[in-house]
């Protein structure tokens, strides 16, 4: 079952046990100095023209994305096996590739160079922000087993590998000399971290050259002629794959990242654009007239605007970023897993629990730790988990804990503890407390909970703690100044929530003397060393603690967090029914490659559509568990769409 | 028919005569004499009277008032005798509906013709419907305070009186929209100036008036309002409302059902209007921060609605799909309409560069003297800063390099000073970087202050709003010279397009203490602080940010009723919520207990001693009295709530009006 995706690389680290992990993180390390070297080499290495500086650094972005970008097509050309018409692509390859040497100026030349260099950084600093998480680009990941996938696929490979080295050989003559040889060096060393096959690093570091090319070209925005027809390249590449109309689209498709780019001039139109023309007066002459009344060439048009679409959400598609993390089991274990930068906590959870055998609860929760400061924080669902963990930095002790916390939703199971300020626990009925949380949630504003009383607030650099009386409203904490009454015009603001989170201390007691410990810390999610930015509470009692952390989040993220709480009670729900059936059963499910084909914007989905490199024997045996359970699996999919 | 007599002139049928007055109730009105006998029905004598008045008009609308037992003869069936009228009753033949003003939650005085025989529950659905606002269970009315003899000498300016009264609705259908507005106020400019002062938040006020308006001093105070709403079950004429009285037209139930700016401009509108008044006048309570934010959604606001952009302008963002950017481009583009300057535009992202002083400290901030700045070279490209100990050494490496996605950007101006400062915070791993930019005139602090907005949002400066950001700011800087700055940049031509926020006094955003609080000039950057946070927000959504600002205040929709609890010798506060009573100490203000409408069993009144007795879950029961209001109040205000609470989406605009009189009212029985 562990077929999914991206596990494949992952095997390689976790079957290599905890030692080899030590020594793939130490060799990041080594990898990620060099890169720094190579960044500082470049940055003192002052050009001659100062304008030419600012320009780089605005292209690196361009070059991640087209680097993303082509890989994640190729990827794709693989995958769909037989439709490709890889020759037509290996084509626009050779073409793109001669005309770039033949631009061969010095000036072009070692911009390509720099370019490359540039275009690594990124990526690398990704890495470097994760301590634990090894930030691998992604992308390089998904090429893992394309072996299986066709029989031309080698010759690509061959003349890829050609044109990026004739793409070499132009950048070795160019100024910039000494840092060539550094670039070399890193696609080796990212190879063999990646602890993949020969012929893996062979394609990974190919198609990041291939992208290169593209990357330079499109980057240089003095030379329009370039700029077009890498563009070309790539819209052929995910063309050709999705449909055979691989001619008719080039030209609309390409048409339209122009214009995205807005890096073309008028008189630059080609014969296709003129064809475009007329496509687009169609479209315009068409608009609104039913589809039986259209014409041949209306029809025409029409599909060609609705392929643009599609090509233009590949494009999105393709600028999607993924890290590879590491998260720590309540077992003391780790995993390996890969995230897309828009996956949502709840999703890694999901695809945690679904992973682990863990079973399912409402309880789940990604934790994360920061030992430096002693202090967690449950991640709430809705967030974007690659987010947060950017806060992190380069050398970071931090840890992302998946385990079962029950105070994450302890607050909708007994709201009657958390809503009512009162200050003792009580039971309630099933049916009131729906009612106080619909009453809380649900109305047109939220009700932040009145919770007020003595805290402990630590002085500033100091190790002691002062009592005062704090309240929560919804716009902030708030306390009561000296020798002044309870009346909200008196009241000084404390803090207000919009750029804080709010964490649980972790033995303050030894480390601050705080007079208990239970604690909880405010601070801004990018601060990760003591600051005086940093406040922190002391509650008389662990219930005190959980009602001021539940308020401050109720605060914080309002209607939104009982959203959460409702989509998790879904699916644990919904994945309860399903280990009843038999657990395997999802399993097949996830790894068939046939169902989730309709959900590519599903990025839950999007990492299990790369089991399609899988051989396809393997597919077929399970075929028939597969086809047992698709009807069902589709019905709890769409349960889930729906339920978006 | 009655009134047979023999020759001699007496009746020899068991008739009498009914004297009736035509009009409203006023002794002088011109009286008739009707043969009846207790046989007659009443839609038989209103003929009778038609006939007798031999005046053409439309009586359709008229009915009998019958004075004693304050009571509308409705029953055109029943008989004289079933209703027991004697020869000595008086009765009065009028409209049944009458002009009255209302005096609007946004304090504007609207006089319209309301039904006086109705229930007021009923008058309210038909004042509602013509003022087209959905949900009239929410709103009503109540009398207005009395006048105070002494104000009335004091030359009050004339006001504005808007009518209604010659709008008639056609009953049944619900009103049709036309040009933008409900067809019956389309009829005529008046009307339609009518339905844009209910539409469109009016302007602040001006801040001597509120300084002279009667503000609650205490909890007691708050409870004087309470003691004047009208009741729900019996109709104006019963209550002793007469044609042309002033009445508050105001939301009574603080709870909202299914606010869509869509449908409900008017509705939002006057919540709004209620909400600012509400913390304006001090009748709600809230802190320095908060009233800061209102004051800013307040300008806001009102800077939209003064600029005509009613609308709902495209969203900026994530309005326009992808493919429609693409093609849209695609399609200007072949047509070459597009100057190619634009285009230029559109590729480059635009940069600042300029000489700016900088003032820095990463540890703990000090007090500030302008010492402390430095020249610096400043080059701000996408979202990052970066500078330079000068321009020569720009391709070098800079200072410092910051980007600013997600930090806090807190204006620190002073335009009669001439101080044009911005201050970021910007989070970093070991904490927060404050630096401070100084900028030399408005200009450029506009647009760097844009810049730096945009940038912590994490967008750059090519963004389409930034422009119009740069505008809102100078805008806003134009407001601090006019109203706070003391007369300061007198010289000085007004800058950006609106001319309302010129003039504009800060005071008139927030309520009186903050008046004596602050001078104006501290108090303008503070809302210009609070400001940025919600300037990208269009006219509806700012309304309902500032709506929903008030919902969530600690006191937020708490009806004050002084009451005296079984047992307890002293008076006490009793607040009505929409989920719950709260008991309060009336001198300290606390809460002492609070019970919640979900555990409540049932409620009790016994009209004969004034007392309210509630059962609870586990047995609890509590009783009291009322004091400063009628326990008919506090009977309507419970039982409203539990109506409003039955309320479901899917039963729509359905109003089961004997379910709330059978929760409101009950006391007819006695």
Redesign the interface.
């Known amino acids: 079952m562990e077929q999914l995706s991206d596990e494949e690389i992952d095997h390689g680290a976790e079957e290599d046990s905890d030692k080899e992990d030590q020594d793939l993180d130490k060799m990041f390390g080594a990898w990620l100095g060099e890169l720094d070297k190579l960044t500082q080499s470049l ?1 003192s290495d ?1 050009p001659t023209e ?1 304008i030419k ?2 320009p780089l ?2 292209e690196t972005n361009m070059a991640n994305f087209s680097y993303r970008f082509s890989i994640y097509n190729l990827n794709e050309a693989l995958n769909q096996g037989e439709t490709v018409d890889l020759d037509a692509l290996m084509a626009d390859l050779c073409s793109i590739e001669q005309e770039l040497s033949s631009i061969g100026a010095g000036n072009t030349k070692r911009q390509i160079t720099e370019t490359k260099a540039t275009q690594k950084l990124p990526a690398s600093r990704h890495t470097s922000k994760h301590g634990t998480l090894k930030g691998l680009s992604s992308s390089s990941n998904r090429i893992t087993k394309p072996s299986h996938a066709n029989y031309s696929l080698d010759d690509i490979t061959a003349q890829l590998e050609q044109a990026s080295l004739s793409m070499d050989e132009a950048a070795q003559q160019s100024v910039l000399e000494d840092t060539k040889p550094l670039v070399t060096n890193q696609h080796r060393r990212t190879a063999s971290a990646g602890t993949v096959s020969d012929a893996e690093v062979r394609s990974i570091s190919n198609s990041s050259r291939s992208s290169i090319t593209s990357a330079t070209s499109s980057m240089d ?1 003095l030379d329009i002629d370039k700029v077009a027809r890498p563009q070309e390249l790539d819209l052929t590449h995910q063309g050709q794959p999705i449909t055979e109309h691989a001619i008719s689209l080039r030209c609309p498709s390409k ?2 990242k122009r ?5 073309e ?2 008189a630059e139109l080609t014969p296709h654009s003129y064809l ?2 007329e496509t ?1 007066l169609l ?2 002459n068409i608009a609104g007239k039913p589809s039986h009344l259209l014409t041949k060439e209306e029809q025409a048009a029409k599909l060609k ?1 609705e392929k ?2 599609v090509a ?1 959400e590949k494009i ?1 598609e393709a600028q999607v970023k993924k890290l590879v993390i590491r998260v720590h089991m309540s077992d003391d274990s780790s995993k390996t897993m890969m995230v897309d930068e828009r996956q949502t906590v709840r999703q890694v959870l999901d695809n945690l629990m679904d992973k682990s055998h863990c079973g399912y609860s409402l309880d789940w929760s990604l934790v994360e730790t920061i030992s430096e400061l002693q202090m967690e924080r449950i991640f709430e669902d809705h967030e974007n988990l690659v987010e947060n963990l950017l ?1 992190w ?1 380069r050398d970071s002790q931090n840890k992302l804990i998946f385990m079962e916390r029950i105070e994450k939703y302890a607050l909708f199971k007994n709201p009657q503890n958390y809503l ?1 300020g009162k200050k003792e626990t009580a039971e309630m009925a099933d049916r ?1 407390k729906e ?2 949380l619909e ?1 809380c949630f649900c ?6 909970p ?1 919770i007020e009383g003595v805290l402990w607030l630590k002085d ?1 650099g100091k190790k002691s703690w002062k009592k005062r009386y704090f309240l929560l ?4 904490i ?1 306390y009561v100044p000296k020798g002044k009454a309870k ?3 008196d ?1 000084v ?1 404390f803090l ?1 929530l919009d ?1 804080v989170n709010v964490y649980y201390g972790q033995d303050y007691r030894n480390k601050y003397k705080a007079p208990t410990d239970y604690c909880l810390v405010l601070k ?11 406040k922190y509470l002391c509650c008389d009692d662990m219930r005190t603690l959980h009602q001021w952390v539940n308020g401050i989040r109720i605060a914080k993220y309002g209607k939104q967090l009982y959203m959460n709480y409702q989509e998790a009670v879904k699916r644990t729900e919904s994945a309860y029914d399903w280990t009843s059936l038999s657990s395997s059963s999802i399993k097949s499910g996830s790894s068939s490659s046939s169902i989730p084909e309709s959900q590519s914007n599903h990025s839950n989905q999007s990492d299990s559509g790369v089991s399609d490199t899988q051989p396809a024997g393997h597919v077929r045996s399970q075929s028939m568990v597969s086809s047992i359970f698709s009807e069902a699996w589709k019905r709890g999919t769409q349960l889930e769409e729906s339920s978006k | 028919m009655a009134g047979m007599k023999t020759a001699t002139g007496d009746y020899i049928d068991s008739s009498w005569e009914l004297r009736v007055f035509i009009g409203e109730e006023d002794p002088e009105a011109e009286s008739l004499t009707l043969r009846v006998t207790g046989e007659s029905h009443i839609g038989g004598v209103l003929l009778k009277i038609v006939e007798e008045i031999k005046r053409k008009q439309d009586w359709s609308d008229h009915a009998i008032w019958w004075e004693q037992k304050r009571q509308w003869l409705l029953q055109t069936h029943w008989t004289l005798d079933k209703y027991g009228i004697l020869a000595d009753a008086r009765l009065f033949f009028g409209p049944q509906h009458r002009p009255v003003i209302l005096r609007l939650p946004n304090r504007r005085a609207l006089r319209l013709r309301a039904s006086f025989s109705q229930p007021l529950f009923q008058a309210m659905v038909a004042i509602c419907r013509l003022l087209s606002i959905r949900h009239p269970e929410e709103m009503s009315l109540l009398r207005a305070p009395e006048k105070e003899k002494k104000k009335k000498k004091e030359k009050e300016p004339e006001e504005e009186v808007y009518d209604l009264t010659k709008v008639v609705l056609v009953g049944g259908v619900a009103p049709a929209s036309f040009r933008g507005m409900p067809a019956h106020f389309s009829d005529s400019a008046q009307t339609e100036a009518c339905y844009h002062m209910l539409s469109r938040p009016q302007p602040p006020p001006d801040p001597l008036l509120l300084q002279r308006l009667p503000r609650p001093g205490s909890l007691l105070d708050k409870t004087q309002l309470h003691s004047r709403w009208l009741d729900s079950s019996r109709c104006l004429m019963q209550q002793g409302v007469k044609a042309g009285d002033t009445l508050w037209l105001r939301f009574k139930y603080y709870s909202f059902f299914d606010l869509d700016p869509k449908t409900d401009p008017v509705r939002l509108t006057q919540l709004y209007e209620q909400a600012r008044w509400d913390l304006l006048l001090e009748e709600i309570d809230c802190t320095e921060e908060e009233m800061m934010v209102f004051a800013a959604l307040q300008y806001h606001i009102n800077k939209l609605s003064q600029s005509g952009e009613v609308d709902e302008p495209a969203g900026t963002d994530a309005g326009l799909d992808d493919l429609d950017a693409a093609l849209s481009n695609l399609e200007v583009k072949l047509e070459g309409s597009a100057p190619t300057d634009m285009l230029d535009s559109l590729t480059t992202i635009p940069e600042l560069k300029d000489h700016l002083r900088i003032f820095r400290h990463t540890l703990r901030p000090r007090k500030l003297t302008l010492k402390g700045y430095r020249q610096h070279w400043v080059v701000f490209k996408e979202t990052t800063l970066s500078y330079y100990k000068s321009q020569d050494e720009a391709p070098g490496d800079p200072i410092q390099q910051l980007n600013l996605k997600g930090c806090e950007v807190v204006p620190d101006v002073n335009v009669s000073g001439q101080k044009f400062c911005i201050k970021l915070l910007v989070p970093s791993p070991e904490g927060m970087s404050e630096i401070y930019l100084r900028c030399q005139d408005e200009q450029q602090y506009a647009r760097w202050m844009a810049g730096c907005r945009l940038a912590s949002k994490g967008r750059t400066m090519a963004d389409s709003s930034y422009s119009s950001e740069v505008q809102a700011i100078l805008a806003f800087l134009s407001l601090q010279r006019t109203g706070g700055g003391g007369g300061g940049g007198s010289g000085n031509h007004p800058q950006g397009p609106d001319a309302s926020a010129e003039g504009l006094n800060p005071y008139g955003l927030v309520a009186p203490r903050f008046q004596r609080k602050f001078k104006a000039k501290q108090l303008t950057p503070r809302i210009l602080e609070a400001h940025q946070n919600v300037a990208q927000l269009s006219l509806s959504e700012a309304q309902l940010r500032f709506i929903q600002a008030w919902q969530s205040l600690p006191d937020f929709g708490i009806s004050y009723v002084v009451v005296r609890f079984k047992g307890s010798r002293k008076d006490e506060i009793l607040g009505i919520a929409n989920n719950r009573l709260i008991r309060i100490d009336l001198s300290v203000g606390d809460v002492v207990k609070t019970w919640r409408f979900s555990n409540m069993r049932q409620w009790n009144v016994n009209w004969d001693i004034r007392q309210v007795a509630i059962e609870f879950d586990e047995h609890i029961n509590v009783a009291f009295s009322c004091v400063s209001a009628s326990c008919r109040i506090v009977h309507e205000y419970i039982g409203g709530y539990i109506f409003l609470s039955t309320r479901e989406r899917a039963r729509g605009e359905e109003l089961d009006e004997d379910l709330f009189l059978q929760l409101t009212g009950g006391h007819e029985a006695f």
């Open positions: 940055d002052k100062p500086r600012s650094r605005q925005s048409q339209a214009h995205i780019d807005f890096t001039e008028q475009d023309r687009s479209l315009r605007a643009i679409r233009l999105k806060n930095t009512l009131n009612v106080l009453e109305g047109s504003s939220v009700t932040v009145e500033d409203r919804a716009s902030g708030y009346v909200s015009r009241l603001c207000q750029h801004h999610p990018q601060i990760q060393k003591k600051s005086q930015y940093i």
